[in-house]
């Protein structure tokens, strides 16, 4: 049977595999293990294979699940909608927020982040392909949301989150990271001190390495499919 720990060696094998062709050492990728609907005994046998940093999608069974895994050094990042009723859940339990695409939720956190915490870590979500299903702010708004939200005292602006629509061909699916690595260096270039590009999942981690990602966030081929509701 092939455990847990067995697939996140494959993965970080595939993540090591792409960097090697992509001309990048491998310390350049960290892998985020997206363990959104699997229970706390997953989240476990990760930890115990190695993998300390975790994305989840689903705020309140997040929160739920960070209180029963609190004897444990993980890194949680919120990697879902954020609504507005649940800013607060996020600002309070999470380390990490990739999906913000508004100021506004910008700005809740950075309020409602509790004292004595350091400086919640964010990604703007940028919607690189403009797929009519996805979240994200169109790449021609991000810098003026980028240098706003970097403003704010309780939150540290890190980089940009993609999700793009499927591709199966792999040269396709470089093209539409590249745009987002050249939007990452453009904002650079503008002076702010970016330095996470979070793109790339279990279908395309290899595209988006060689198109320069600094983050994948996996979960299928971790965990396996999401069980059924």
């Not at 949680?76 to 695409?101: E, M, Y």
Request: glycine share 8%; proline share 6%; aromatic share 4%.
């Amino acid at each position: 049977m092939t455990t847990i720990g067995d697939k996140l060696q494959s993965v970080q094998t595939r993540i090591a595999s792409a960097c090697e062709a992509a001309g990048r050492p491998v310390t350049d990728v960290t892998l985020l293990a997206v363990s959104k609907t699997f229970g706390p005994d997953a989240v476990r046998a990760a930890f115990a294979a190695g993998q300390k940093a975790f994305g989840e999608n689903y705020i309140q069974e997040a929160v739920e699940k960070i209180a029963l895994l609190a004897d444990l050094p993980l890194e949680w990042h919120c990697i879902g909608p954020i609504q507005s009723n649940k800013t607060r859940l996020v600002a309070a339990h999470f380390h990490w927020a990739h999906s913000i695409d508004r100021l506004k939720t910008a700005q809740r956190l950075d309020e409602q982040r509790p004292e004595g915490l350091p400086p919640l870590q964010v990604c703007l979500q940028v919607n690189i392909d403009g797929g009519s299903t996805k979240s994200g702010i169109p790449p021609g708004e991000a810098l003026d949301l980028a240098r706003a939200v970097a403003a704010l005292p309780r939150l540290r602006l890190r980089g940009l989150m993609t999700i793009p629509e499927p591709l199966e061909d792999f040269d396709e699916q470089v093209a539409v990271h590249r745009r987002a690595r050249e939007l990452f260096q453009s904002l650079r270039a503008a002076g702010l001190a970016l330095d996470t590009l979070s793109m790339g999942m279990t279908a395309d981690l290899e595209a988006a390495i060689h198109a320069g990602s600094t983050m994948v966030r996996v979960g299928t081929a971790i965990f396996g499919g999401r069980p059924p509701a």
